[in-house]
T-cell receptor
Framework: GQNIDQPTEMTATEGAIVQINCTYQ??????LFWYQQHAGEAPTFLSY????GLEEKGRFSSFLSRSKGYSYLLLKELQMKDSASYLC?????????FGTGTRLQVFP | KAGVTQTPRYLIKTRGQQVTLSCSPI?????VSWYQQTPGQGLQFLFE???????NKGNFPGRFSGRQFSNSRSEMNVSTLELGDSALYLC????????????FGPGTRLTVL
């Protein structure tokens, strides 16, 4: 079957660093997406990993290990506006399979 | 460049009714995917259309159907509504394939009473 696991909730303080993990077991794999979704809004694209390793984009970085079926999203210098849900999604060849998302709350 | 638009934004229906939701993708995008989002299940893939053909389908009953028009606009229909169909329905468009980066619309919030 298809399985993508993420923690349900995380909390962190402003200025800190937080790592959101995602493990997956899918029948196919072309790559892995991270999306951010603020409450009541549409998901927006953050990153896409195809090869193993770390992709850095400003305060956000995403890591992939295909052999371990594992990815993480690293958020640095947290800001209040980073409070949102973070969705991990596997490109399963012909469709995206999403995890249930991790709700991150950033406190002052 | 205009983003993905969905209409209506909010909808209230009663059990047994049917509903049609509309999605206009980003200009030039040919793939449109539909998702159901609920608090407990996250985003669940419904189906994907490309060039007016359904290319992929998720594990939803036949009450859920869709179509795509020649201008890439898509509609989804849910017949014989059930309480459990209450959800946010998101449409996403991508250039060619569902595996490409997808751009989401704001969603249609459906409440079934």
């Amino acid at each position: 079957g298809q399985n993508i696991d993420q923690p349900t909730e995380m909390t962190a303080t402003e200025g800190a660093i937080v790592q959101i993990n995602c493990t997956y077991q899918t029948s196919g794999f072309n790559g892995l997406f991270w999306y951010q979704q603020h409450a009541g809004e549409a998901p927006t694209f953050l990153s896409y990993n195809v090869l193993d390793g770390l992709e850095e984009k400003g305060r956000f970085s995403s890591f992939l290990s295909r052999s371990k079926g594992y990815s993480y999203l690293l958020l640095k210098e947290l800001q209040m506006k980073d409070s949102a849900s973070y969705l991990c999604a596997v490109d399963n060849t012909d469709k995206l399979i999403f995890g249930t998302g991790t709700r991150l709350q950033v406190f002052p | 460049k205009a983003g993905v638009t969905q209409t209506p934004r909010y909808l209230i229906k009663t059990r047994g009714q049917q509903v049609t939701l509309s999605c206009s993708p980003i200009s030039g995008h040919r793939s449109v995917s539909w998702y159901q989002q609920t608090p407990g299940q996250g985003l669940q893939f419904l189906f994907e259309y490309f060039s007016e053909t359904q290319r992929n389908k998720g594990n939803f009953p036949g009450r859920f159907s869709g179509r795509q028009f020649s201008n890439s606009r898509s509609e989804m229909n849910v017949s014989t509504l059930e309480l459990g169909d209450s959800a946010l329905y998101l449409c996403a468009s991508s250039l060619n394939a569902a595996g490409n980066e997808q751009f989401f619309g704001p969603g249609t919030r459906l409440t079934v009473l």
